[in-house]
């Protein structure tokens, strides 16, 4: 889950990492408290926000007052502004970089620094690959005194600056460990010209998973989301029931069992021709709340055209899943073809709910099919295709 | 013989107590998988479907000494401590069906798990099945056949559809095995594959992955050393750039992580790929035919 740079840096303070001075802008007065010439950054998830018209650097009051009006609710790169930080401007001597990650190769964190700030370490590792510098430690383990200090002369870090740089290092790692992150970055660390060490850009990003653990965040306004950027209104709502979903631009509605099949039937929809509407996950074992308002999401998406239903049930029931289709049917009489597919455990209980529905119904489940594991899914889905043509 | 699990192996279930644990102790048994013993602290001296509970592991053990393999259906948050408590008892193979597992939890199993050769498969696995002979996890009965096909896959749903599609074309598998969903897994590709490689009742082998992480690149490193043949299939071709669809993320890795660097890490080891799960039967049996002609 990745965190705004106001986020991050919020994070770096606690921790005691140097940041700008800064003001996050929600409310005009607190221009007041600015100093010009200052820097306003857009909240936006992209890198290089500079050349994409996300940083631009004022003078004035007036100046920041007229930015800031043209920033607030403009879409960059597909994210919605809706937070600016105006930060004090710093002159820049020199750029670094550092980082803390997860090496996915050898399952190992490491601490990734380089003399080269100020863009992706991954243009880096093309252009330069000896300017990174890289120390793996022990699971667990946080870093002595001498590996912030080692790291830092690595990357050309004078020896004035040597024991504030190791503890910016040591203690960006104590952030990665302490609050259990995927990644921590600092891109760049200026060393000013006034020979000071500060982090003028903030990337962190959290593990989800972990974040029962650390309910202080919520207190800094940090809460869970659940992916990086902006929400159309449908994800907005999936979100808000825990299922995850995007929005894709097809009239094929997907509801998938896990998110593993919910890949593989775009793939295939797109495979065989077809252009799938969304991409969804019920998760193990959903509730029938979830699974109705999954259905709910297809059938009041007006793309949509028909709805191809696949559950294979191992920890996710049969019966749990017609009951909710089933329901949901009778409740809210849609008028859009579901062509399906379901096998696994407790699948005889699943079909005798369908056939108990069919029978009162029968006008009600007219478009409404289901075959049997012997059918191929790839049949399956070139008949929901031929529909929605 | 089959890998990871057969008839013979005695097994232990971690939360049994639990409403899926118990639903799915049940379908296990039926199967035919020998569980000797539960675990759940507080509730020892219960008995789920037959099966004694115990409070501790240890103790589990203690009266099941030959107890090999942990199938764990604690919640994410206690899946750490579960795996440690069975790695530190003596369990050697070690299923972890939970999801949602903290990533920094998984690293420190990991590293608990190579201390003491332990196999830890998952999180977010349906679990591992020896078709005709015995099943940990919830994989459904109905998918699989006795065979001789290897299958591996990161998702549960995609096990499922892959040993159907072998079983419509009159294959069947010897073992599936869920590899897991999460971003950090307890085993990699290649741990399972080199079981496969080893086991004489495995013909050849289907290795299902998906968009995320690299799993499948440190596979394809291990397949060049292969005898036996590998019929790939990835899943996320045409996955929208910068959305995550359920699973593990990206980090830098270069240009790893798409299912294209996947499939073209896969197809320089020599795996076919398949397109569409009913063409990987079709690959198998021409895999097959070429092996059996060459050797």
């Known amino acids: ?389 | 013989m089959a890998i990871i699990i057969d008839e013979n192996t005695e097994t232990i279930v971690q939360g049994i107590t639990g409403t899926n644990a118990q639903l799915h102790t049940k379908f296990m048994l039926d199967y035919g998988t020998r569980i000797v013993g539960g675990v759940t602290p507080g509730k020892g001296g219960q008995v789920v479907h037959g099966v004694p509970v115990y409070d501790t592991v240890k103790e589990c053990l203690a009266q099941h000494p030959n107890a090999k393999v942990s199938s764990i259906w604690v919640p994410a948050r206690f899946t750490r401590d579960a795996i440690l408590e069975s790695i530190d008892a003596g369990i050697q193979i070690v299923i972890v069906i939970p999801e949602g597992i903290p990533i920094h939890d998984m690293l420190f199993v990991r590293k608990k798990a190579k201390e003491k050769g332990v196999v830890v498969i998952g999180g977010n696995t349906p679990g591992v099945i020896s078709p005709g002979r015995a099943l940990i996890g919830m994989l459904p009965k109905i998918a699989f056949k006795r065979g001789r096909i290897g299958t591996v896959a990161r998702s549960g749903a995609i096990t499922y559809y892959i040993a159907n599609s072998l079983n419509l074309e009159g294959l069947g598998e010897s073992t599936s095995v869920g590899l897991g969903g999460d971003p950090i897994l307890g085993s990699n590709f290649e741990d399972v594959l080199k079981m496969f490689e080893e086991d004489p009742d495995t013909d050849a082998v289907v290795l299902a992955g998906e968009i995320g992480g690299v799993y499948e690149e440190l596979a394809a490193e291990f397949i060049k050393t292969m005898k036996k043949p590998v019929i790939g299939f990835i899943t996320g071709r045409v996955a929208p750039q910068g959305k995550r669809l359920g699973h593990a993320g990206a980090i830098i890795e270069g240009e790893l992580g798409t299912a294209q660097s996947k499939i073209t890490a896969l197809k320089s080891s020599g795996v076919l790929i398949a397109e569409t799960l009913s063409e990987i039967p079709v690959l198998v049996k021409k895999a097959l035919k070429s092996f059996n002609s060459n050797s």
Request: contains cysteine; aromatic residues 8%.
């Open chain 1, 1 to 389: 889950m990745r965190l705004y740079e106001y986020e991050g840096k919020m994070l770096f303070k606690e921790f005691g990492i140097p940041v700008p001075q800064s003001v996050l802008i929600g409310d005009p007065r607190e221009l007041d408290k600015v100093i010009y010439p200052a820097v306003l950054k857009a909240q936006v998830f992209i890198g290089k926000r500079g050349k994409a018209g996300a940083i631009k650097i004022v003078n004035s009051r007036q100046e920041a007052e007229l930015e800031i009006k043209n920033l607030l609710g403009r879409v960059i790169a597909g994210y919605e502004v809706k937070s600016v930080l105006i930060e004090e401007k710093i002159d820049i001597k020199k750029e670094l970089y550092l980082s803390a990650i997860i090496d996915r190769k050898l399952h190992k964190p490491l601490i990734l620094a380089s003399s080269e700030g100020g863009m992706e370490i991954e243009e880096v590792a093309k252009s330069n690959p000896d300017a990174i510098v890289k120390h793996y430690l022990e699971v667990g383990e946080y870093p002595e005194g001498w590996t912030g200090r080692w790291i830092a002369r690595a990357i050309g870090i004078p020896s004035s600056l040597i024991s504030k740089a190791s503890s910016i290092i040591n203690q960006m790692y104590k952030l990665f460990l302490d609050y259990e992150c995927k990644l921590v970055e600092i891109n760049p660390l200026a060393i000013t010209k006034d020979g000071n060490l500060v982090a003028l850009d903030s990337k962190v990003d959290l593990d989800e998973d972990a974040m029962y653990r650390h309910p202080e965040l919520k207190k800094l306004g940090i809460s869970a989301r659940h992916e990086v950027g902006e929400l159309t209104e449908r994800e907005k709502i999936a979100k808000k029931a825990g299922v995850p979903y995007v929005d894709l631009d097809g009239d094929i509605g997907v509801f998938p069992g896990g998110a593993g099949f919910g890949i593989a039937s775009i793939d295939l929809i797109k495979h065989f021709g077809g252009n799938p509407a969304n991409f969804m996950d019920s998760g193990g074992a959903p509730t029938q709340e979830r699974l109705r308002l999954m259905i709910d999401l297809l059938m009041k998406n007006p793309r949509v055209k028909v709805i191809f239903g696949a559950r294979f049930g191992g920890i996710s029931r049969c019966d749990d899943w017609a009951r909710a289709i089933c329901q949901y049917i009778i409740e809210n009489k849609p008028e859009k073809p579901m062509i399906m597919r379901m096998a696994g455990n407790m699948e005889q209980e699943g079909r005798k709910i369908f056939e108990k529905y069919r029978h009162e119904e029968p006008e009600l489940f007219k478009d409404i099919k289901i075959y049997k594991f012997d059918t191929p899914i790839e049949e399956v889905i070139k008949e929901t295709i031929k529909i929605a043509k």
